[in-house]
């Protein structure tokens, strides 16, 4: 008789399993089965769904050469012996004429908020917290505690849509801080 080692035997019955994607799995203990058990609980055996926040964008770079030049890229400017100037993501599946529009779009706008940013902040000198404001220093110190709990929050072990959550809150508070000047 033939007598297999526990790994080898869970490699076959993993293969076995495969063949009938349709298949249940209940697990009885600390053993799984395809048929019911006593006090055996259903186990979801279906592929991971995909990140749908994610599905459906691409990458544009603007890219500036050394020469000086700019131009729009769907690979790493890096590629293309030049340097990386910003990075915009656009609907994937559109002419490239199309995504380079909506990029150069993103970023006018990026480009009209920063000046307009610069402007606020040009009443204040520079590395002058909030411009002189004290109520805009109590912001500062307040979003930067945010920042100081988000980031102790990051090194735990969270799931990743937690990681996700908590970066999202963070660079929300790191933006508050960016247009109060802090």
């Known amino acids: 008789m033939l007598f297999l080692c526990p790994l080898a035997m869970a490699a076959l019955l993993l293969l076995t399993s495969a063949a009938g994607q349709a298949q249940e799995v209940h697990r009885c203990g600390n053993r799984y089965s395809d048929t019911p058990c006593g006090a055996g609980q259903l186990v979801d055996v279906s592929p991971a769904v995909r990140n749908l926040d994610s599905a459906g964008t ?7 050469s050394h020469g000086g030049g700019r131009f729009w890229s769907s690979m790493h400017c890096r590629q293309r012996n030049a340097l ?5 993501s ?18 006018r706008q990026g480009y009209a908020t920063q000046r307009r940013q610069m402007q606020v902040r040009g009443a ?3 590395g002058e917290i909030g411009a002189g404001n004290p109520g805009t220093r109590q912001n500062c110190a307040r ?4 920042v100081a709990q988000y980031d102790a ?4 072990p969270n799931s990743a849509a937690m990681q996700g959550w908590i970066a999202e809150r963070r ?5 508050a801080q960016f247009r109060a000047g802090c």
Not at 84 to 88: D, Q, S
Not at 153 to 156: E, G, L, N, P, T
Request: aromatic residues 6%; negative net charge.
């Open 58 to 64: 691409a990458q544009v770079f603007l890219c500036v």
């Open 84 to 88: 990386v100037e910003r990075i915009e």
């Open 90 to 107: 656009v609907p994937a599946g559109l002419p490239w004429e199309q995504q380079v529009e909506i990029a150069d779009q993103q970023t």
């Open 124 to 126: 204040g000198t520079a």
């Open 143 to 146: 979003w930067s505690e945010q």
């Open 153 to 156: 929050m990051a090194r735990q």
């Open 171 to 175: 660079k929300q508070a790191r933006d």
